[in-house]
């Protein structure tokens, strides 16, 4: 039964890894410098703000993220967050080698540090500690060729179409390890006025599977796995190659959980 998107530390999960999706990418030696500007809402009523900034200048990538989360009633508390990622601009996938996420909310301040190295989890701060009782036990080999929440969602190369949403994301949070297998959905087209962009897109259906970290009892993991649908729309990036998302939906028994592009500066 989905009660309560929690404060701080499960809000930033659950916005962050599953709405906060972030920039993807296109031509291996481009120079991208770009903002992009996102509206979260549930069950359609607004609640966060979000800006997104990526720039890469063919070796190296970096992102900054930002959000005000309003709230809703006893669902979302509100609050702020932000989070940065850098690292190698490789080829399909970008190469985390720092994430840094900090959340406020309800008065509380909340602080992830992950270092990686080639693709493995080098080192990570959880600040404060969470509570171990009834969470899935972290294991070292579940730490070994993953992402960070961010640079997960990025892809070099190809063109728009079914390649974009044709790869399995093995994401790290520094709290929880979770797959997202994407398949491709369908082509469309954007046309509403009152977006960030309108153009082809392409659809891709994602599913969600808890490796590690998540709370035995979670009813937000289990319906994620078991019940909920998620969906993602891609973009062009206008000719630099990239593709960022354009919209995503994640049903939950408070109505949808939706992000939708608002405004696009590069």
């Known amino acids: 039964m989905f009660k309560r998107l929690p404060t701080s530390r499960r809000l930033a999960r659950s916005l962050l890894s599953l709405g906060f999706l972030t920039l993807a990418a296109g031509a291996a030696l481009a120079q991208v410098d770009a903002r992009a500007s996102y509206v979260i809402t549930l069950g359609g009523i607004n609640i966060a703000n979000v800006e997104v900034g990526l720039t890469d200048d063919g070796r190296r990538y970096n992102l900054d993220l930002s959000a005000s989360v309003a709230g809703l009633g006893n669902l979302v508390t509100s609050g702020t967050a932000s989070a940065s990622s850098s690292g190698q601009a490789t080829a399909p996938a970008l190469t985390a080698e720092e994430f840094d996420l900090e959340t406020r909310a309800g008065?509380?301040?909340?602080?992830?540090?992950?270092?990686?190295?080639?693709?493995?989890?080098?080192?990570?701060?959880?600040?404060?500690?969470?509570?171990?009782?009834?969470?899935?036990?972290?294991?070292?080999?579940?730490?070994?060729?993953?992402?960070?929440?961010?640079?997960?969602?990025?892809?070099?190369?190809?063109?728009?179409?079914?390649?974009?949403?044709?790869?399995?994301?093995?994401?790290?949070?520094?709290?929880?390890?979770?797959?997202?297998?994407?398949?491709?959905?369908?082509?469309?087209?954007?046309?509403?006025?009152?977006?960030?962009?309108?153009?082809?897109?392409?659809?891709?259906?994602?599913?969600?599977?808890?490796?590690?970290?998540?709370?035995?009892?979670?009813?937000?993991?289990?319906?994620?796995a078991e019940e909920s649908r998620i969906l993602l729309w891609y973009a062009p990036l206008g000719e630099t190659g990239y593709f960022i998302p354009y919209r995503a939906v994640v049903g939950t028994n408070a109505g949808d959980l939706s992000m939708v592009l608002t405004g696009l500066r590069f």
């Open 107 to 224: 008065g509380e301040e909340f602080n992830i540090d992950i270092s990686y190295r080639g693709r493995n989890v080098s080192a990570f701060r959880v600040n404060p500690p969470v509570d171990d009782f009834e969470r899935v036990p972290i294991e070292r080999s579940h730490l070994t060729g993953v992402n960070d929440m961010m640079a997960a969602f990025l892809v070099k190369g190809g063109a728009l179409g079914p390649d974009v949403c044709q790869r399995r994301m093995r994401i790290f949070t520094g709290l929880e390890r979770f797959d997202l297998s994407m398949s491709f959905g369908a082509t469309d087209e954007a046309t509403s006025p009152r977006t960030g962009y309108q153009g082809p897109v392409v659809l891709c259906t994602l599913r969600y599977t808890p490796i590690s970290g998540h709370f035995t009892n979670s009813d937000i993991t289990t319906y994620l």
